[in-house]
C-alpha cells in the first residue's frame, strides 16, 4: 500500500467515526423516538450534496479527569453551509446522541464560527437545538461559550435572518439562544424549552408541574409567546424553514425575493364584498380579507396560536413580499391588548430590518380596557407598536376597512405615523371613539330624558357615523390617500407596493431609538 493510500484511508476511517456520532445504539434508540440526528436535519434542509461542513475534527477540551479518554465526534455539534431553493445559507445542528449535545469550549466555538461566517458571507442562519445545555465537566467554559454564542445572536439581529428550529430538549440559559434569534419553531413532541424545569421548580418552590406545562411547543406557541410556529413533525418544521426563507433577504442590505408579475392593472374582485358583513356591529373574520388580497390565497402566519386578535404574517401580493398586520375583530372584537401589541410591534421590526413592506389592515375598536391590561403595562406595550410603526422605513401601506378609533387607530399605522398611503373602505369608521361611547358622553343629559332612549341612541349613533366617523371627513383633512371600492384593494395594494419599492426615507443619525421593552 503505497504512503497516499495509507493516508486517504486513514482520512477515511475519520470520517466514518464522525459520521456515525455517538454510535449505532444512540442512533437507534433515536429512530425509535422519531427523532432525526444531526446530519439528517441538515440532509434533509439542503439540496443535495450541496453541504460544506467545517470542524468535523473538532475535539472536546474537558478539563474533568472522567473526559480524558472520552471521543465526542465532533464535539457534539455538525456547522456548515449550504444551498436551500438555490440560495447559501449556514447552519449549525446539535448532535443529541454525542454527550447529548451538551455545549462546551470547542462546541461553542463551532457554532460562533458558523455564525461568524453566516455575516461574512451575509447568508442566513438556521440553527437546529437538540441539547442537554451547558456540558457539566467543561464549567465555566461552556458558560463562556454560551456568553459568546448569545453575543453573536445580538451581533447578526437585523444584519441576516436567524432561525432556531427546537427539536429536542432546550433547558436553561441554553433557551436564550433561539430567543434572540428572529423565529422560533418548535417540534409538537420530543421537543421542550425552559429556563427552570418541574424539578427546580417543585425544589424551589414546593409546585409540582408537568414538563408540558412549562416547556412544550403547544404552551410556547399559544401562552408565553416565544415559538413562532409549532410542527408536527421534523419535515414539517423543515418545510416551515424554507418557506420562511422564501420570503426573507438573505440579509439587510438585500430587497426580500419579490417576484414582480409583468401586468398590474387596476382589476376588481368582488369575493371581498361578499365578506364584509352589512351591519357594522357584525364581527368579520379577517383571514377571509388576507385570503383574496395575497397571490393564491398563500399566507404565511406567523405566531398563529398566540394573541389571535392581532394576526402578522407573509405572503406575495402580484409577486411582491409584503408582511402583513390585520386587527381580527372575531378574537377579543379585535383590540389591541398587551400581547397582541408585542406580537404586532415584534413583527414589524423583524419586516423592517428585512425591508419587506407592510401592509396594514385596519379594523379595531380600541385598546383593551380593564384594570389587568392598566397594571399589566398596556401603556408601555402599547407604545411598542407606535414605535415600530414609527421607526419603520420600509413602504408602509394602510387600509382602513371598518372601525379605527382613538389611540389604536394612530397605533395601526395612520398616515402620521409614516404610512405612505392609507386608504378607506366606504365602511370605514374614523374617530377619536365608537358612536356607542361618544352619544353616550356628548348627549347624556337629553338621552336620560328621552322618553325612547334606545332609537334615541341609535337615531344620534347613525348621525354621528355619518358626520365624524366618515371616512370622508378624514379624507376631506388629507389624512387619507383615496377612498376606495373593496374589491380593488388588491390592485390598488399591488400598484403602490411597486411605485413604493423605490422609496427611500433617511433618518436622523443616531445610536439606536429607545423602544419600550
Ligand atoms: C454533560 C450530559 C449533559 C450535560 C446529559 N449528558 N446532559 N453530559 N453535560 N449537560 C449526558 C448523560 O450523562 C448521558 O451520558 C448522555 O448525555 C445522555 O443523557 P441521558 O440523560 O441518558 O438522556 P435522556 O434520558 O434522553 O435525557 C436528556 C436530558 C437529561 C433531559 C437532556 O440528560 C438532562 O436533564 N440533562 C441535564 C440537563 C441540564 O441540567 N443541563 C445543564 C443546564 S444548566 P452517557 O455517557 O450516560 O451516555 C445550563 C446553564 C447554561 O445549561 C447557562 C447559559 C447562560
Wanted: hydrophobic share 45%; glycine share 10%; aromatic share 6%.
Amino acid at each position: 500500500m503505497t504512503l497516499n493510500a495509507k493516508l486517504l484511508e486513514d482520512m477515511k476511517a475519520r470520517r466514518e467515526k464522525i459520521m456515525a456520532g455517538g454510535g449505532e445504539a444512540k442512533l437507534v434508540a433515536r429512530q425509535k423516538k422519531g427523532l432525526w440526528t444531526a446530519r439528517e436535519r441538515l440532509d434533509s434542509l439542503f439540496q443535495e450534496a450541496t453541504f460544506q461542513e467545517s470542524g468535523a475534527h473538532a475535539r472536546h477540551s474537558c478539563r474533568f479527569f472522567d473526559m480524558d479518554n472520552k471521543d465526542l465526534p465532533g464535539d457534539a455539534v455538525v456547522v456548515g453551509t449550504g444551498y436551500v431553493d438555490g440560495r447559501l445559507v449556514a447552519a449549525i445542528s446539535q448532535d443529541f446522541t454525542v454527550a447529548a449535545g451538551s455545549l462546551g469550549k470547542i462546541h461553542a466555538r463551532k457554532i460562533v464560527s458558523a455564525m461568524q461566517s453566516a455575516v461574512k458571507l451575509g447568508v442566513p442562519l438556521v440553527a437546529f437545538k437538540d441539547s442537554g445545555g451547558a456540558r457539566i465537566q467543561e464549567g465555566v467554559d461552556a458558560l463562556s461559550g454560551y456568553g459568546e454564542v448569545f453575543f453573536h445572536n445580538v451581533l447578526l439581529s437585523g444584519v441576516v435572518p436567524q432561525i432556531a428550529v427546537i427539536c429536542g430538549p432546550c433547558a436553561g440559559g441554553a433557551a436564550y439562544s433561539p430567543a434572540l434569534m428572529d423565529f422560533i419553531i418548535m417540534t409538537k413532541s420530543n421537543a421542550f424549552m425552559f429556563i427552570t424545569g418541574p424539578e427546580v421548580i417543585k425544589a424551589v418552590t414546593g409546585k409540582a408541574v408537568t414538563m408540558d406545562e412549562v416547556g412544550s411547543a403547544e404552551m410556547h406557541s399559544s401562552v408565553s409567546g416565544n415559538v413562532h410556529f409549532v410542527a408536527e413533525d421534523e419535515n414539517h418544521a423543515i418545510d416551515l424553514v424554507r418557506r420562511l426563507l422564501s420570503y426573507l433577504p438573505s440579509n439587510n442590505s438585500e430587497d426580500p425575493p419579490h417576484r414582480p408579475s409583468n401586468d398590474i392593472t387596476l382589476v376588481e374582485d368582488e369575493r371581498i364584498n361578499e365578506i364584509i358583513p352589512d351591519d357594522s356591529s357584525k364581527p368579520m373574520d379577517v383571514r377571509g380579507i388576507i385570503g383574496c388580497l395575497v397571490d393564491d390565497g398563500d399566507f404565511l402566519e406567523v405566531h398563529a396560536n398566540f394573541a389571535g386578535n392581532i394576526i402578522v404574517g407573509f405572503a406575495r401580493i402580484e409577486g411582491m413580499v409584503v408582511g402583513i398586520i390585520a386587527n381580527q375583530p372575531t378574537v377579543r372584537a379585535g383590540t389591541l391588548d398587551i400581547d397582541s401589541s408585542d406580537k404586532g410591534a415584534r413583527f414589524i421590526r423583524t419586516c423592517n430590518a428585512f425591508n419587506i413592506p407592510l401592509v396594514t389592515l385596519v379594523d379595531v375598536p380600541g385598546f383593551m380596557p380593564g384594570i389587568e391590561q392598566e397594571r399589566g403595562g398596556i401603556i408601555r406595550h402599547g407604545a411598542k407598536m407606535l414605535f415600530a410603526y414609527a421607526s419603520a422605513t420600509v413602504p408602509k401601506i394602510t387600509v382602513i376597512m371598518r372601525k379605527a378609533y382613538g389611540g389604536s387607530y394612530l397605533a395601526m399605522c395612520s398616515q402620521e405615523m409614516g404610512a405612505d398611503v392609507v386608504y378607506a373602505w366606504p365602511t370605514a369608521e374614523i374617530a377619536v371613539m365608537g358612536a356607542e361611547g361618544a352619544i353616550n358622553i356628548l348627549y347624556n343629559k337629553e338621552l336620560k330624558a328621552a322618553e325612547n332612549r334606545k332609537e334615541k341612541a341609535a337615531e344620534l349613533a347613525a348621525a354621528y357615523r355619518a358626520e365624524f366617523a366618515s371616512p370622508y371627513v378624514s379624507a376631506g383633512n388629507g389624512y387619507i390617500t383615496d377612498v376606495i371600492d373593496p374589491a380593488t384593494t388588491r390592485s390598488t395594494v399591488a400598484l403602490s407596493l411597486r411605485k413604493l419599492l423605490s422609496k427611500r426615507e433617511v433618518r436622523p443619525p443616531k445610536k439606536h431609538g429607545n423602544i419600550p421593552l
